[in-house]
């Protein structure tokens, strides 16, 4: 006879676990890693909750590590005064976060909200810091692709600055 309370509770863990290694591999700089690599990724990793409308972090604070989607929905929002926000990006499962807080500890750049009941992982920076030390191959591995990601982000948005330069420039010599 098999008791289903007890089977119920391996099978969620089971689905977690499988969820979670989904997850990760959506993230570019996990997406190539040995299953072993991984692994070590998944002992420092934390989970965190968060009800509809609460803070993540706030603009101006300390980075201190950036944050993956397992199930949810984020908003990032840049602040102008006290009383007006723009929004940034609606972020969904699968997506990540203030990833350049891995890098340095620069104050936030803009402010991130759950949107609705959302469960996130984060990476911290002294985790993969110690985690660079143990395993310094895995963690150039790491910090090259987050390199790769950053240039290509920057890139990106040189080329958005461009197109946005071009349409300012074009309504002067209109005028």
Known sequence: MQN???NNIFERNG?????L???LKKVPFFSQLKRSEILEFKRIIHHRYYKKNEVIFYEGEPGVGMYIIQNGKIGIYKKFDDDTREELAILHSGEFFGEMALLDESPRSATAIALET??????FRPDLFNLINRKP???NKILFKLAQMLAER???SNNELQEV????ENSVIIR
């Open 118 to 123: 959302t469960d996130i992982l984060g990476l």
């Open 15 to 19: 689905r977690h676990q499988s969820n």
């Open 21 to 23: 290694d989904f997850v």
């Open 137 to 139: 191959k895995l963690g």
């Open 154 to 156: 920057l890139r990106l």
């Open 4 to 6: 289903s309370y007890w």
């Open 165 to 168: 330069k071009k349409l300012y």
